[in-house]
């Protein structure tokens, strides 16, 4: 069983960067396909992104393409998101999560992910 946490949430302004970790322990993360989703207020989670077992192959949602960027190091059992030129849209709390499925281009569902994390809040004002 694989545990997941983020971190690195906040409050930050329009435009501003932000940096979201997700720590895993119990198992390695190196066989599986990583992503990350969120869920803004009133709204279903939606997938933003997501990057393959190797790193080799990433897909970003429309809303974030080029301003997003997932990276994993799977020595050090982590996945990150650089988040850049935040928009007040991105308010929600982001979710990382792992799925065994393999990776393929495109929106990943949601029900095809095995294990989250808690999930870290992400506000951005204008």
């Known amino acids: 069983q694989v545990q997941l946490v983020e971190s690195g949430g906040g409050l930050v302004q329009a435009g501003a960067s932000l940096r979201l970790n997700c720590a895993a322990s119990?198992?390695?993360?190196?066989?599986?396909?990583m992503g990350w989703f969120r869920q803004a207020p009133g709204k279903e989670r939606e997938f933003v992104v997501s990057i393959s077992w190797n790193g080799g192959r990433t897909y970003s949602a429309d809303p974030v393409k080029g301003r997003f960027t997932i990276s994993r190091d799977n020595a050090k059992n982590t996945v990150t998101l650089q988040m850049n030129n935040l928009k007040p849209e991105d308010t929600a709390v982001y979710y990382c999560?792992?799925?065994?499925?393999?990776?393929?281009?495109?929106?990943?569902?949601?029900?095809?992910?095995?294990?989250w994390g808690q999930g870290t809040q992400v506000t951005v004002s204008s």
């Open positions: 119990g198992r390695t993360i190196g066989p599986y396909v």
């Open positions: 999560a792992g799925r065994r499925t393999a990776w393929r281009e495109g929106v990943l569902s949601e029900t095809t992910f095995e294990f």
